[in-house]
Structure formats: C-alpha cells, structure tokens
C-alpha cells in the first residue's frame, strides 16, 4: 500500500478515535464524579445515559455562537483553535500501538521516526497554552484576563520540572524517539519498565502533566470560585468545545506519554512481548496500551475529586521548592550512574531516598518557620474589656 | 471590644507540626483517593429520580392554594378581605358581593376571587390571617401554565383545587381558628400531625398534641 493512503488512514483513525475518546470521556468523568459523590450522573439519553456525548456535541453545534462585541475578533477565534490544533498535533509522534508489528494498512504512529520526539512534543503542548492566554486576553474581560496570567505563570513554571523529568529517561534509553523508548522496554521486559529506576521521576512528570493540561487540583486558571469560569468565560457553543476538547487531548497525550516513558508501552509479560506472534498480536497490543493509558486517566479522574484545588502560591511552591530541585537532582543521579557505570537500579533506590529527603526538608523547614514564628501578643489592657 | 487573647471563650490554637508524612503528601493523598474509590465500589446514590419519585414533602409545605367549602358546599370565604390585606405580594384580589339570601349566616360573599400564583410568595400569611379557615395553602407544588393569565386563580380553580385535593391525607382542614367563625358547622377538626416526622423518642412526639413544643425545662446535658 502506498505509504501516502497508510498515513491518512493512520490519521484518520488516531484523530478519529481521539475525539470519540473525548466525548467518551467526558461521559465517563461524569458518571465517574457522579458515583464518587453518591449521584447517578447523566441517565436521561439512552440508557445509562450512553448517548450524552452525541446530546452534547449536538448542543454545541447548534447553540448560539455568541461573539461579544469589545473582543478582539481575531485572536478571539484563532484562540480555541490553537488551543486544539497544538494538542492534536502533539499526538502526531506518539505511538499507540506496537510500531515494528504493525499491520500493512496501519502504522500506529501517524509521523514514524522523528528522532527530538519528546522535544517536539514538550514544543507543541507547550504553544497550547497561547490558546489559553490569546482567549483570556482577546475576551475583554478582567477575569478571562486574570485566568490566563494565571496559566501563563503556572504552564512555565511546571513545564521544568516536566522536560527535566523525562531527561532522565531520556538519558537511560539514550534516545529521544518515542518508538525506541517503547521498544528498548518491550525488549527489555517486565524489569526494564523505566519506572522502577525513575519512580520518582514518574511523581514529577505525573503532577506536571496534570498541571500542564489545567486538570484539577491545578485548575487555576478556571477556577470558578474565583474567576467566574477563568479564560473561557466569554465563550460559548462550539469555541468552547474546542477548548474543552483541547483540554482532553491533552489529558489523553499525557496519559499516552505516561504509559509509553515509564510503564512499558504495549509490553505486558506473557501476553504482549515482542516475540508474542499469534494471529492479532498486534491488536492485543494495541489494547494493552489502551489499557494502561485508561488506567491512567481514571487515576487522573480520581484525583480531581480527591484533592482540593492548590492555592495559587502553593502552586509556585510545589513547582519551585519541590519539583525543580527534585528533577535537578534526579537527573543529576542518572548523569552519575550512567557517567560511572553502576548498575542502574540504584537509581530506585536514590529515587525513594531524595523522596525522603525532601520530605525530612519539607518537615525541617516548616519547623523552622513555626520556631521564628512571632508570637501572639497578649493584649492585655490594651482594649478596655466590657464587663459582663 | 474584648481582646482575642482576653476572652476567656477564645481557646489560642497555635499550627500544629507537620510531620514527615504530612511533609510528602502522599499517605494523605493515598488516603483520600481509598476514600474516592470507596465510594465508587460502595455506590449508594442518594439521588431522587424526581418525576418517577415524588419527594416527601413535610406537613407544613405551602403550595398551591385552595378555597375550603363548607359543610353545605359553598365557598366558605366570608369576604372579609383580611387574606388581601395580610398578603406581603399584593396578590389576592377580592370583589365582596352581599351573600345570597338563602346563606343565613353570612353578610358577604367574594364575587371574584383572583389570586395570582405568579405574584404569590407562598409564606402562608393569608392561611394564618384567614377568620374562616377559608384559604388555605395545599401541598401541591409542579404548578405550570402556558401563559401568564393561566395562572391567575380565580374562585372556581381555587375551589377546584379543594375538590382535588381534600381526600389527600396531607392537606386536611389544618387550621383551627376557624372554629369559631360565623361560616362553620364543624365541632372537630382532624388533629394534624407535626409538621416534620419525629422520631418516638423526641419530645415533640410526648406533647399532649403532638406538634406543639413547649419550652424545654430539663437538664441541657445530652442524654447518654
């Protein structure tokens, strides 16, 4: 087959089965949220509500399409776009399903060898957050304005610790290309799964990915409370959708990431190895994947109603206090194993010790800060104290 | 201005320290995503499927009002105008008429009787105001109109709705007042219950008409 028609079959699938995924998705964070907090969740279309996606996308179809008239037309349209063209486009180099097996009409990879695939794709999501600053800034509205400062300063804080988290993984598999990080870990086996040399990397990149994709707990930049609904408050219909489209993509090419850099892609002892050759192997792997990625997701879905949404400095102190320094060192750590060639599963072992000894700092710190506390002043006197 | 520090009720609570746990956040975070989960594999929606489930509502809910007739069929409003009169929202409108010559017992009766459900606040103030036990608010609460003047009640749906609504064991005659009032031949009205369901043990529940409270004069201490 030509390799032209593989690879609009190959993008037809991956965009096509995204955005199903995120409708889906959506669907299922809200029956998911609704089961945490003893609701039913959406029950009224089909049964068990299974054609709410179709209702949704329905509805914003053919809602009003309300353009404020002090916008900035330009950026106000080009912003929901952006905000979903760079999150798709992320998806073009990461692999989601074995590359090398692939079936002759397939490619599980809709742009195959690009060598800087994680750069390119740290430089993609990246621009998604022009997206959210364009939106804020193009609304006329102080609060859109104050939610996409927030993102700005939150999206470029937490994209350090994130590109430093994946150095190291980048450093052990000596590769930057997606495939080959996925296939050293199938060839490898159960053992060579990069999470247990970077668990603690797997920390940093997992709540910098969260950050990243404005999930909650680091939903700042939307937090109703405070903003109204923060950068996407002017829009309406289908220019929120693709907002909120945006925002699930991202959610699913950081699952992706997650699975492929330090869960061991499609590779699952017995069932899906390399040398597994029954008849479908390849779908079995695709499904493997998919698997693990939907783990991941739920994982993210049960964080968002577990944890309370960070308090803006508490934000800049997890990234910069914490998840910095932590990264710094841990890449420094897989520089010394790989400089002095010691065997790389100490570097589990480092991982859970600076775990630790941030933990001791943390607790040192805050001990600190209470002792030179100043205390309470009796104000005795100072007031005349009616009596009663 | 008592001083915080001063008052004797201002217990001085200082940060408690983090430990090294606390420090990590994730035995916290692990904790609480146990109870998420818990929560997903112990479902128990609390969730009322609102129109194949009617909600319970208490004996003292003020829906839609109705008009009460008497013992003989007629509309037992007096046309006193106290209800208009009581009314906060300015929603009752009463055209008095002399009553018929066969009604004995009466000087006036309302001719028109509108009452404007849009305009009404439900606070009951008309029920309490009424002489007659004539008005009276019912449990009924799903009130819909196509139009505005659909939902301008006047005396026969008013009326209408006592016919629909006087076998409901929850909206009997409720007020007692109107014992006393010249359009009346009733010696005993139905006792009602009290407005919110109590358990046995409550004190509400020992009263000798159950629904009234007196003052408490026990001891405040919890009982064991």
């Known amino acids: ?35 945490m907090q003893d609701r039913r969740g959406p029950n009224r279309v089909g049964p068990f509500g299974i054609f709410q996606p179709l209702a949704d996308g329905l509805k914003f179809l053919l809602k009003e399409d309300v353009i404020p008239s002090e916008v900035d037309k330009t950026l106000f349209l080009l912003a929901p776009t952006i905000s979903l063209f760079t999150t798709l486009l992320a998806f073009a180099v990461v692999p989601f399903g074995p590359v090398d097996q692939a079936p002759s009409f397939l490619r599980f990879i809709i742009a195959p060898g690009v060598d800087i695939g994680i750069v390119f794709i740290f430089a993609v999501t990246s621009l998604a957050v022009y997206g959210v ?20 300063a939150q999206v470029i804080s937490y994209e350090i ?15 930057l290309n997606l495939e080959n990080i996925a296939r050293d870990q199938a060839i490898g086996g159960l053992w060579a799964w990069n999470i247990w040399t970077q668990p603690l990397a797997w920390l940093i990149f997992f709540t910098s990915a969260l950050a990243e994709s404005n999930r909650l707990p680091f939903d700042l930049s939307e937090c109703e409370q405070e903003l109204v609904g923060g950068y996407h408050t002017e829009y309406s219909a289908m220019k929120f959708a693709l907002f909120f489209l945006g925002e699930y993509t991202h959610v699913i090419t950081a699952s992706f990431l997650s699975v492929i850099l330090f869960f061991g892609a499609w590779h699952l002892p017995y069932i899906a190895t390399p040398e597994s050759a029954y008849a479908g192997a390849w779908l079995v792997k695709v499904l493997v994947i998919l698997l693990k990625v939907f783990c991941v997701i739920v994982l993210i879905m049960m964080i968002r109603w577990t944890i309370p949404r960070f308090r803006f400095d508490q934000l800049m102190n997890l990234a910069w206090k914490a998840l910095i320094p932590l990264s710094l060192a841990n890449m420094i750590a897989v520089m010394c194993v790989l400089q002095f060639g010691w065997n ?24 600190a800060e209470i002792r030179h506390r100043p205390a309470a002043i009796k104000l005795v006197g100072a007031h005349p104290v009616p009596s009663p | 201005m008592v001083a915080p520090t001063d008052n004797p009720d201002v ?17 916290a975070i692990v904790e609480g995503l146990k109870t998420t989960l818990k929560h997903v594999t112990n479902y128990q929606p609390v969730t009322q499927q609102y129109p194949e489930e009617k909600p319970k509502l208490p004996l003292h ?28 929202a300015n929603c009752i409108t009463i055209e008095a008429a002399a009553a018929p010559p066969d009604w004995p017992d009466r000087d006036k009766f309302p001719a028109s009787f509108v009452l404007d459900e849009l305009r009404c606040i439900y606070c009951g103030m008309c029920e309490e105001a009424c002489p007659v036990d004539a008005i009276e608010l019912t449990h009924i609460y799903d ?14 749906k008013l009326l209408k709705v006592y016919d629909e609504t006087k076998d409901d064991p929850r909206d009997p005659t409720r007020t007692r007042r109107g014992r006393l009032g010249p359009a009346a031949d009733f010696s005993e ?36």
């Open chain 1, 1 to 35: 087959m030509p390799a032209i028609v593989v690879t609009l079959i190959t993008i037809a699938v991956a965009v096509g089965a995204v955005l199903t995924t995120v409708a889906y998705l959506i669907l299922l964070e809200r029956k998911l949220s609704a089961w």
């Open chain 1, 133 to 152: 600053i364009l939106g804020g800034w193009a609304s006329n509205n102080k609060y859109s304005a104050l939610g996409s400062l927030r993102a700005s």
């Open chain 1, 161 to 175: 610790p994130l590109g430093m988290s994946v150095l190291g993984v980048a450093l052990l598999n000596g590769t």
């Open chain 1, 344 to 367: 790389k599963y100490w570097l589990g072992a480092i991982s859970i010790g600076l775990f630790f000894l941030a933990g001791v700092i943390g607790v040192a710190a805050k001990r």
């Open chain 2, 11 to 27: 217990i001085w609570v200082e940060e408690p320290e983090m430990g090294f746990w606390e420090a990590t956040f994730l035995p």
């Open chain 2, 61 to 88: 809910y003020r829906g839609v009002h109705r008009l009460n007739r008497d013992e003989k069929g007629r509309v037992k409003c007096v046309a006193c105008m106290l209800c208009a009169t009581a009314c906060p």
């Open chain 2, 143 to 156: 009130l819909t109109g196509e139009s505005r003047s659909a939902l301008m009640y006047d005396k026969d």
């Open chain 2, 189 to 224: 009205l139905p006792t009602v219950a009290p407005a919110t369901p109590i358990t046995p043990g409550d004190r509400s529940a020992k009263a000798e008409s159950p629904g009234i409270i007196r003052p408490y004069e026990g001891s405040r201490d919890l009982p064991e």
